[in-house]
């Protein structure tokens, strides 16, 4: 089932990976991950988001068979009780191709379908996309990110992926973007980006926007990954409320009530 992206939609976190900085690996296998699913499901998820390569600062490549290993199964197990729209965070064309196989409704792609293969998979899936930031790569990403615009050059390269995702012949409909927070951006460069929102929603995709527990929301309170929930529902309405058509969290049932409450203003905005 594709995602209704007539509404705010929230994409919960399946972690697959047992070094996930956030939950420190506690779904590392995949019968913990289906109970995960199952959880955010009852909480009120739109999206359940699988990811079996982490892609935290200084992560290291995971193997694509270890990666199939991580993520098919937990798929595989979902779709036995569940039509949510599902969605794999990979780079790796063969895993978007399995995953397709398995029955995901929307492809999540951090490094924005540059790696091989991933275009024409993409397209032959006919399914949704979200087309990401990201500068430099997980494992050196956040040395040293710099920009003259940070807006103008993400911008730039979404609109440059963009185009390319539509002379792949993956279709207008089918794309979403994301300035992708805390992928190469110092703190100051991700305060900006979110100031900045409503700039990426005028370019007319449906626009995808997470920020759930992450080290900028860290930085500003001073506070560990698990003491980041009112950062994180903070951010979630901001980005909710400045155009955010998918916000990718972990605490689902909190978003959910924040959410609502933004909905329910949007809706009577002029
Ligand atoms: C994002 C993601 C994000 C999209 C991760 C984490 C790191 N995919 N995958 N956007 N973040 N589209 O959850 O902190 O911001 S993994």
Avoid: W
Wanted: proline letters at 4%; aromatic letters at 4%; one cysteine or more.
């Amino acid at each position: 089932m594709k995602p209704d992206l007539t509404k705010i939609n929230i994409m919960g976190v399946i972690n697959t990976t047992p070094d996930s900085f956030s939950d420190g690996g506690l779904y590392s296998n995949s019968t913990k991950a289906v109970e995960h699913a199952r959880k955010l499901i009852d909480e009120g998820a739109d999206i359940l988001d699988i990811g079996g390569e982490s892609t935290r600062p200084g992560a290291v490549d995971v193997p694509l068979n270890e990666e199939i290993r991580r993520t098919i199964p937990v798929i595989e197990s979902i779709r036995k009780f569940s039509d949510i729209p599902i969605s794999i965070d990979t780079s790796k064309a063969q895993v978007m191709r399995a995953a397709a196989e398995a029955g995901v409704d929307m492809i999540n792609d951090v490094r924005a379908l540059r790696e091989e293969g991933a275009l024409t998979v993409a397209a032959d899936s006919g399914l949704l996309v979200c087309l990401m930031h990201m500068q430099g790569a997980p494992d050196s990403m956040q040395d040293n990110p710099l920009y003259d615009n940070v807006v103008e050059q993400v911008s730039y390269f979404l609109t440059d992926r963009i185009n390319i995702a539509l002379s792949s012949g993956i279709t207008k409909n089918n794309i979403c973007i994301d300035p992708g927070f805390g992928f190469g951006k110092t703190l100051q460069q991700n305060l900006q980006l979110l100031a900045s929102l409503a700039t990426f929603k005028a370019m007319g995709y449906p626009l995808l926007a997470g920020l759930s527990r992450k080290s900028m929301l860290g930085l500003l309170l001073d506070k560990p990954v698990d003491q980041r929930l009112y950062g994180s529902l903070s951010a979630a309405v901001i980005s909710a409320m400045l155009g955010a058509d998918i916000i990718r969290v972990h605490d689902v049932t909190e978003t959910k009530d924040a959410l609502t409450i933004v909905q329910a203003v949007l809706q009577q905005s002029p």
